[in-house]
């Protein structure tokens, strides 16, 4: 594929801007036509960004050939659908997280992704982080040594108001849980991706404790197994008072490696490493991490040059899968085996 990437942003609620201003920005794409079910949002993101064409219908911009990929930004329970109706109708997708809120549903995205020989990837932009990107050489380059374990820390703020304000937001149908799915599922994935290693099984509760409006989690804890034999230990609630740094810690036989916030700490026998973000593309809420514009700069890429994504189908569906598990974990009072 030559030239630029024709891009329509379908949703443009909160997460949208951090998309639409990568994708004016970005030299690999044109953003086209902008989509919301709310006439007042899609005219005010037309507005704000410049983009002429302005949609409350999704399908209309299925059916425009001068549109190659759409960028969803949609509540949870939309991103399969909507992505599955692109890729039949030929357009390559990248959907912010969960890629779906069902494992039905996401092998349904990954088998129509290959059967319309579309590009499809899942935002999980941490990964991206200059803190994350040091950590995993220092693992694969063997610095760490073996890895022992890992463990993460995730305690945000979300009162009662940020769910009443919401029609999707804290239902188990529309958003497919609470803050393991929405807020922890971002550092849950780094865990994975970081250690490398397949996951033998999970071990999780979750409950609601400190909120009124919803019987989703609002705070959880899981036991992952990873093979051979790695520890991961995972603590996450949303009814601290403020949204804390996120805590991510790598142990290995040489050395331990911390990540709070975007700042990573490598200590090693000898040395102390340590990394800060080098820049901060993109104007989203900074415990988002501020790497959304580097994860789209390089699906795009791939796109252009038909390549895999880095974080393709495939890969956002492991978050995924580990979540889920957590959930019937806990309802069932069992261990959940992997694969899943």
Not at 205 to 220: F, L, P, Q
Not at 295 to 312: E, M, S
Request: glycine content about 8%; hydrophobic content about 40%.
């Amino acid at each position: 594929m030559e030239g630029k990437v024709r891009v329509a942003l379908i949703g443009c609620g909160r997460v949208a801007g951090v998309h639409a201003q990568a994708l004016k920005r970005l030299q690999e794409t044109e953003l086209k036509a902008v989509v919301d079910i709310v006439e007042e949002k899609a005219r005010f993101f037309s507005e704000t960004y410049d983009v002429k064409d302005w949609y409350t219908d999704y399908h209309k911009v299925l059916e425009r050939d001068d549109i190659d990929a759409v960028e969803i930004c949609l509540p949870h329970y939309l991103h399969a659908e909507v992505a599955i109706k692109a890729m039949k109708a030929g357009k390559h997708v990248l959907t912010e997280k969960p890629m779906a809120i069902t494992l039905e549903d996401a092998d349904r995205m990954i088998a129509t992704a290959d059967e319309c020989k579309v590009k499809l990837g899942v935002i999980f932009q941490n990964r991206y982080n200059d803190a994350s990107v040091a950590v995993k050489k220092a693992i694969t380059s063997g610095q760490l040594g073996e890895i022992k374990g890992a463990r993460m820390m995730l305690t945000w703020h979300r009162p009662d108001s940020y769910y009443r304000e919401s029609d999707w937001k804290g239902t188990w149908d529309k958003e497919g849980g609470g803050v393991l799915i929405d807020q922890a599922i971002h550092t849950i994935d780094l865990m994975q991706w970081l250690i490398g290693k397949e996951i033998d099984y999970i071990r999780a509760t979750y409950d609601t404790r400190a909120h009124s409006y919803i019987n989703v989690d609002d705070v959880a804890e899981a036991y992952i197994k990873f093979k051979p034999d790695i520890v991961g230990c995972v603590y996450a609630n949303c009814f601290y008072p403020y949204d804390a740094p996120v805590f991510l810690e790598i142990y290995g036989s040489n050395g331990i490696a911390h990540i709070v916030g975007d700042k990573a700490t490598i200590y090693l026998s000898n040395t102390t490493i340590q990394v800060e973000q080098s820049s901060n593309p993109g104007s989203g809420l900074r415990y988002w991490g501020s790497s959304h514009e580097r994860q789209i700069k390089d699906f795009y890429k791939d796109v252009l040059l038909g390549r895999t994504p880095f974080i393709d189908g495939r890969a956002g569906r492991v978050a995924l899968a580990m979540v889920l598990a957590m959930y019937e974990s806990s309802r069932t009072g069992k261990p959940v085996k992997f694969p899943y």
